[in-house]
């Protein structure tokens, strides 16, 4: 069922999320970049803006994240768990991210399911933003996540100028909705309609552009992609770890122990597998010691049929920040488009 | 969670970030698409820049060794210590010094400087300079009048033609790398001279493979090439500058291949050439030669002034430049003015209300092996001049040593004295990059226990030597450091505007060009019957010793784990090489030179040609004997 609210009860229903929780939201800082932040009050909410280049995945799993507690007892050691159970709402994500975490968490649910991470992303309720506009470099249409979301969402606003469409995708989004009801009203067939023509405008804003995913994914599935090819598309390549941190969908992480006299933390700290000593073995050995063996590895995990077909989808959800951050030349599209022409850059 | 935006503490590029916390506490980084430098993206050294900050080995309390031990002390007891033991030191007529650091902010290195030339009165004053960026300047200034870059990393992309003297710029430069990488993209000619094919070189249309130390055979044969275009066709090839005639008597019996009058042409004929310059090896002045040279090739093409072509220095470390602004080199005063320029004293007594010495400082690598009291302020000398571990010998027998820095690092073990200083997230100053981009270091957190911030104990130590003046904020510092050195006039309120704020240093007016003779090729006559092999030292700096990569585990895995497997180092060679010793399955080889001889373990390398040894930055210890106080030198190689 859907819902409206009128654009100025906005602020309302913000004021109310933040007495319920934490509110996460785009704002722009002194810098002029849009950060997702906490926010204190309504009006930091930014409504008309470009995707952050640093992504929302950080509030379900940050770059540094304290999991173990580990104290010295005389000859034991005690060993707790930490959980941050904080009640969080993100606000006005877009949808390639609301996929992404998605993404994430059926990852972290796979056995043996993580608890630390479903913990905070069981606290964590998105509202999502549709994409009447969609960004300049995002590419969401090929992988199904976007401009806007049929699933993965508690709530999933739409801009129809006077008012938003709500939707309501979950038990966590009906709460969210809760305890201010004369907020929202039934949408009317206006709205709803308005909502399926704003899609399809999105849609058509992707017209020119020619998704590569599937003749990739049929060669690298296969194996069919020549090594002298990823070579030459690794020489491009900066190590930078970049398309990792600002991916979605990229999970990988590494772990450390933080040490405090007596006491340690253990923590994950994201990781990228780009860099060279991802995989090294404490043997010295390094299965993947060439970058054009990680980069391979790298892709053949983002869009090859095996992993399509354990995932539901590719490792990507079209947001374009590999475009964007990658110091080299090599994102996603470059390389999917390469591959499926089988030459780089001639 | 709150995003304070920064700069990145690593090479001298000067990427900017946010610098993410939670409850005080640093938990990642932010890349800022906004920021004129990086737009968006970081190395892999700027994505982990918290790490080290956070699991640092840190110091937390001022230590004194008592007995053979460190003693935690109070702050006082601590400054009146050193201050008491560095007059007595200067009272019995000893030797005191003062070592700077580009891992430091301008304000701490510019107080570094003023405590040495105003509070112990000496010139003994420096950083690695010499290593990383002297030859390098000196080359320059012979050639341009000034050290200084022409070019922004940003006007890189968009050249036609780029000349890269390669030390391996992916690794030690990855955002003037990245670049590079947008020029070739859109068709730009990249034209690499070095001795080993890199990955730059491997995206290059022209790779002019030379033997360690003779890269001055690839420059003098692309001046030759492009004299003889104007020769050719004066018009259209713009050759400019007096004194070619003596460049030309000396270049112009070098041999041309087809290869150096196609890469001549490509320079020539560009309307926006970038020349990209790292430190070459080689011996006594050759990489000043080098320097020079490269310039002049610049400078001759017109490209040296052009709107969008330039030549830019690759500096190692943050901030390099900003140390050389600050005057922490021995012969230069703040604003990098020779100590001998009067105008320049007079500046520096009238604003430090005391006389400055006239005699001349020792370099860093004298310095350690001469001085009886020694202040380091953020550096492990042994992992950043040349001579490596013999530094830590050498700092064993200075008398009282003092070591002002934020992490636990091999010097800060042995000194006399230890003051806890915070680190580059928590606080305030500036950095300048290699385009002499002034930059904001912002606090994100605070430093643990009692450490304190690193200008405010310089100026405390100035103080206790009569050279005080009341600083309540680094802005303060950096307002002094516009009346020393006067190109940093206006910088704190350009900062002060809001946003990132970085600030270009004005370009001096002076800037004009002088053609020189180049010499005679280089290091021809390096190898020689008895020793056909050259060895060299790759890189002028090693990042692996840095605690900001050291302490960092992300960054300390890709960086430490050669180490771990190779504790006594190795040379690399190519394959046939190695094959033409006959070594039956051993590791090792025998390097013998006019130095002495070393057997070090080998790695095979498909990059290398033969007849090239090369030792990285890193393992120059494991070789010394055999380099000398070179970086380049002949060697025989046979089995152990
Ligand atoms: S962002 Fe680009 S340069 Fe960096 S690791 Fe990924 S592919 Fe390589
Ligand atoms: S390129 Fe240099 S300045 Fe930029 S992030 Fe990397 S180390 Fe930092």
Known sequence: MAFAIERQAITKWLQKLLESGEVIAPVRGPCGDILFSTIHSPEKVEWNFQNPLHPPKQFVLPQTDPIVKIKRNGERHEVAPTYDDTRRFLFNVRSCDAKGIAFLTRMYEMEPADASYLRRANNLTIISLACNIPCPLGFCVCTDSGPFLRDSYDVQLTDLGESYLVEVGSEKGETALSGVPNLFHPATEDEVSQRKRLEIEAKNHFEQETCHFASAMRRISTGRVQDALWEKMSDSCLECGGCNMVCPTCYCFSVKDLGRVGAWVRCRMWDSCQYAAFTLEASGHNPRAHRKERMKRRFFHKVSAQYYQRDGMVGCVGCGRCIKVCLGATNMPAVVGAIRKGKWNE | ?640
């Open chain 2, 1 to 640: 969670m709150s995003a304070v935006p920064s700069t990145c503490p690593f090479c001298s590029c000067g990427c900017g970030f946010y610098l993410l916390t939670n409850n005080g506490q640093l938990v990642g980084v932010a890349p800022s698409e906004t920021h004129p430098v990086s737009s968006g993206r970081l190395c892999a050294r700027g994505w982990s820049a918290h790490e080290a900050a956070l699991w640092g080995d840190r110091l937390r309390q001022p230590l004194l060794r008592q007995n053979g031990k460190p003693e935690s002390v109070s702050w006082d007891e601590a400054l009146d210590h050193i201050a008491g033991r560095l007059k007595a030191l200067i009272d019995a007529g000893k030797p005191v010094g003062v070592l700077g650091s580009p891992r430091a902010t301008n304000e701490e290195n510019y107080l570094a400087g003023k405590l040495a030339r105003a509070g112990l009165q000496t010139n003994n004053v420096d950083f690695s300079y010499h290593s990383i960026c002297g030859p390098l300047f000196a080359g320059l200034e012979e050639v341009c009048g000034e050290h200084t870059p022409t070019t922004s990393l940003n006007d890189i992309a968009s050249s036609q033609t780029i000349l890269l003297i390669e030390g391996n710029l992916a690794e030690t430069h990855p955002r003037a790398a990245s670049s590079v990488m947008k020029a070739v993209e859109k068709g730009a000619h990249l034209v690499t001279i070095g001795y080993r094919i890199t990955q730059m070189a491997r995206l290059s249309s022209l790779h002019l493979q030379t033997t360690p130390g003779n890269e001055r055979e690839a420059i003098n044969g692309l001046l030759a090439a492009i004299l003889d275009l104007r020769r050719q066709d004066r018009t259209s090839v713009a050759v400019r500058g007096e004194g070619y005639e003596a460049l030309w008597r000396d270049v112009k019996s070098v041999k041309r291949t087809e290869e150096l009058r196609q890469a001549a042409e490509w320079i020539a004929r560009a309307e926006r050439a970038t020349f990209l310059l790292a430190c070459t090896g080689g011996q006594g002045d050759q990489p000043q030669k080098d320097a020079a040279a490269f310039a002049t090739l610049a400078a001759i093409t017109g490209h040296l002034d052009r709107p969008g072509s330039g030549l830019l220095p690759l500096l190692a470390r943050s901030n390099v430049r900003g140390a050389c602004d600050m005057g922490v080199i021995p012969e230069r005063l703040p604003g990098y003015d020779p100590l001998d320029d009067e105008r320049a004293r007079q500046r520096l007594q009238d604003l430090w209300g005391k006389k400055l010495p006239s005699d001349h400082g020792w370099g860093a690598e004298n310095l350690l092996q001469s001085v009886s009291g020694l202040i380091v302020v953020a550096d492990d000398p042994p992992s950043v001049v040349r001579m490596g571990r013999r530094a830590m010998a050498a700092m064993g027998r200075i008398e009282f040593l003092v070591v002002l820095d934020a992490f636990v690092t091999p010097t800060v073990r042995i000194a006399h004295a230890v003051l806890p200083i915070a680190n580059f997230a928590e606080t305030e100053g500036t950095l300048t990059n290699m385009e002499g981009r002034v930059q904001r270091l912002r606090t994100a957190t605070n430093p643990p226990g009692e450490a304190r911030i690193g200008w405010q104990v310089l100026a405390e130590l100035c103080a206790r030597f009569d050279v005080g003046n009341s600083y309540t904020s680094a802005t303060d510092v950096l307002c002094e450091i516009a009346q020393a050195a006067p190109r940093y006039a206006g910088i704190e309120q350009r900062l002060s505007e809001g946003g990132w704020g970085g600030a270009l240093l004005k370009d001096s007016d002076n800037a004009k060009f002088v053609v020189h003779p180049t010499g005679a090729t280089g290091a021809a006559a390096l190898a020689f019957a008895g020793r056909p092999h050259v060895l060299a030292c790759d890189g002028a700096f090693d990042w692996g010793r840095d605690p900001l990569v050291l302490f960092s585990p992300t960054l300390s895995r890709d960086y430490q784990s050669e180490r771990k497997f190779f504790p006594n180092g190795f040379v690399e060679m190519c394959e046939r090489d190695v094959d033409a010793l006959n070594l039956g399955g051993q590791r090792h080889v025998r390097l013998t030179s006019v130095h002495g001889d070393a057997v070090v373990p080998i790695r095979v390398r498909t990059d290398l040609k033969p007849g090239v040894l090369s030792v990285p930055y890193a393992f120059r210890d494991h070789v010394a004997s055999v380099l000398g106080s070179d970086s380049v030198t002949a060697v025989n190689v046979e089995p152990p």
